[in-house]
C-alpha cells in the first residue's frame, strides 16, 4: 500500500522524504522563526505554522497604533522571509490540539499534520483578570489588529471632540486613560503625548489637543518596575515633560464605555473617558492548556509551560516549547523576560538541540545571555539597562532606534523604517493617521 503523504513531508518542489527528520514549529514569532531559519540547512524536513501569514514585529506596535507606522513597515510574510530555504515549508492554519499519541498536531478544520519533534511558539496574549467583558472597550497591543483598533479609538476621540459641544462630555473625549506602566504602556503614553502636543497642533479649530489629559495607571508604586528605581525616576520625568499624569497603586475594577473605576488605597475614583488602552498583564496562549491535557505539562498561574533545563516538556523530549510560552526559571529562579532575545535564542537553541540529537550528541541546557533592557519614552528620550552600565536620554534613545532596526526581520522594513523615523523626527509628524474600521471594531466610540 503506498504510503499517505502527509504536509510535513513535503519539501519544495513536490518531493517528499520520509527519512527526514520531521519538525513542526507551530508559531511563526521571534522563536518560531529563528528555529527555522536555524533549521534551514539541516537535514530536516520543516513545516512552519501560524494562523495568520506574517510575521509580526510586536515591540512596534505601539508605533502603529499611535500613526507612526503602518502595519506593513513591522510585518512581513511569512513566505517571503523563508522562500530561500528550500527545507521549510509554511502552512497556514490554526492549531487546536495535539495528539501526543500519534505524534501529530490537529488544525482547527480537521487536518492534521505529523511531526518527530514540536516545537510549540505560540506566545501569549492579554489579560483582563477575569473580566473578559472590558476587552470591548479597553482593547489591548498584541496583534494588529488590536494596533488597529487602538489607533481607531485614539483618532476617533479628537474627532468626536471638536464636534462635541457639552464640555464634560467633550472632556470624556480627550481623557485618555492608559493601564498598566511596563514598557508598552509607558512607550504608549509617551507617544500619545506627543501625538497631542505637537502632531495635531493647529490641526483643529474647536479643541486643543494639547488640552487632552493622559492619565497612566500602575498597580505598583513605580513605572517600568523591571527597571532600577533611578531609570524609572528618570522616566517618569520625560513623562510628565509630555504632559503625563501618573497614577501609582491604582487598580482598574470595571471599564465602560463611558469611564473607568479605579481603587487606590484610600478611595473609589470614576475618571470619565472614552479611551482606555489596556497595557496590564498577560496569559499563554491556548496552546498551553492543550499540552497539559495532552502532554501532562505543568503550567504556571498564567498558563505557561514549565520546562526543563533544555526546554523541553517534562517526559516528553519531542516536544519543545520556547517564546514567552515558557516558563524557564533554572538559570535565574524567575522566569525569563517576555522579549524578543529571549525568544531569539530559545529559537536558535532549540534548532542545535534537534542538530545534536540526530547526530547522537548531548546539547548543554539553555541559558540566556541578557544583553539589557530599553524602553523609549517619546523623542529623545529612552532608558537603557546593561547592568553596571545604566544611562537615559538621547544617547539611550538612538540606542534604541538601532537595536530595534536591527531586529526587524527584512532589509526592505528597515530602510521605510528609518524613513518614516526621519520624518517624524523633523516634522514631529505622524504620517499614518488613518481611522479604519475593521471587523470587530466597537461601535461605542460614536457619539
Known amino acids: 500500500m503506498a504510503r499517505e503523504e502527509n504536509p510535513s513531508d513535503v519539501i519544495w518542489g513536490g518531493r517528499t522524504d520520509a527519512r527526514r527528520h520531521r519538525v513542526v514549529i507551530v508559531g511563526g514569532g521571534f522563536g518560531g522563526l529563528y528555529a527555522a531559519r536555524s533549521l534551514a540547512r539541516s537535514p530536516t524536513a520543516v513545516t512552519l505554522l501560524d494562523r495568520r501569514n506574517f510575521h509580526l514585529f510586536q515591540p512596534l ?3 502603529v497604533a499611535t500613526g507612526g507606522l503602518s502595519p506593513s513597515n513591522i510585518s512581513s510574510p511569512l513566505r517571503e522571509v523563508l522562500r530561500g530555504k528550500q527545507r521549510v515549508r ?3 492554519g490554526d492549531v487546536v490540539d495535539v495528539d501526543v499519541a500519534q505524534r501529530q498536531v490537529v488544525l482547527a478544520d480537521g487536518d492534521t499534520v505529523a511531526y518527530d519533534t514540536l516545537i510549540v511558539a505560540t506566545g501569549v496574549s492579554h489579560d483582563y483578570f477575569g473580566n473578559e467583558a472590558w476587552r470591548q472597550n479597553a482593547p489591548g497591543l498584541k496583534t494588529m489588529e488590536d494596533a488597529l483598533e487602538m489607533r481607531r479609538k485614539v483618532l476617533y476621540a479628537f474627532e468626536a471632540a ?13 481623557n485618555f486613560v492608559v493601564v498598566g506602566a511596563g514598557p508598552t504602556g509607558v512607550e504608549l503614553a509617551g507617544a500619545l503625548g506627543e501625538l497631542a502636543n505637537d502632531t ?3 490641526e483643529f479649530r474647536a479643541i486643543d489637543p494639547a488640552d487632552s489629559q493622559i492619565i497612566l495607571l500602575e498597580g505598583g508604586d513605580r513605572i517600568l518596575p523591571n527597571f532600577p528605581a533611578d531609570l524609572s525616576a528618570k522616566a517618569l520625568k520625560a513623562l510628565e515633560r509630555l504632559g503625563v499624569t501618573l497614577r501609582l497603586q491604582s487598580y482598574v475594577t470595571d471599564v465602560r464605555p463611558d469611564a473607568v473605576t479605579i481603587e487606590t488605597a484610600t478611595r473609589e475614583v470614576i475618571i470619565p473617558t472614552r479611551c482606555v488602552l489596556w497595557a496590564a498583564g498577560v496569559k499563554a496562549s491556548p496552546l498551553g492548556q492543550v499540552l497539559h491535557r495532552s502532554a501532562g505539562a505543568e503550567l504556571d498561574k498564567i498558563g505557561r509551560v514549565s520546562v526543563n533545563p533544555d526546554l523541553t516538556v517534562p517526559n516528553h523530549p519531542e516536544i519543545i516549547v520556547i517564546g514567552d510560552l515558557a516558563n524557564f526559571s533554572h538559570q535565574t529562579g524567575s522566569p525569563l523576560p517576555g522579549v524578543a532575545p529571549v525568544a531569539m535564542q530559545q529559537g536558535r ?4 538541540r534537534i542538530r545534536n540529537q540526530m547526530r547522537g550528541r548531548e546539547t548543554a541546557p539553555f541559558r540566556y545571555a541578557d544583553k539589557g533592557t530599553l ?12 547592568g553596571k552600565l545604566r544611562f537615559s536620554g538621547w544617547l539611550a534613545w538612538v540606542l534604541w532606534l538601532f537595536i530595534h532596526l536591527l531586529f526587524l526581520i527584512q532589509f526592505r522594513n528597515r530602510v521605510l523604517v528609518v524613513f518614516q523615523w526621519a520624518w517624524s523626527y523633523l516634522t514631529r509628524n505622524r504620517s499614518t493617521r488613518l481611522i479604519v474600521e475593521h471587523r470587530g471594531s466597537s461601535d461605542s466610540n460614536h457619539p
Request: net charge positive.
Open 90 to 92: 509554511v502552512l497556514m
Open 162 to 174: 471638536e464636534r462635541e459641544r457639552d464640555p464634560t462630555r467633550r472632556r470624556a473625549w480627550l
Open 375 to 386: 524602553a523609549t519614552i517619546g523623542r529623545s528620550a529612552a532608558v537603557a539597562d546593561f
Open 61 to 63: 506596535l505601539y508605533q
Open 349 to 352: 537553541y532549540a534548532a542545535k
Open 200 to 202: 495635531l497642533k493647529h
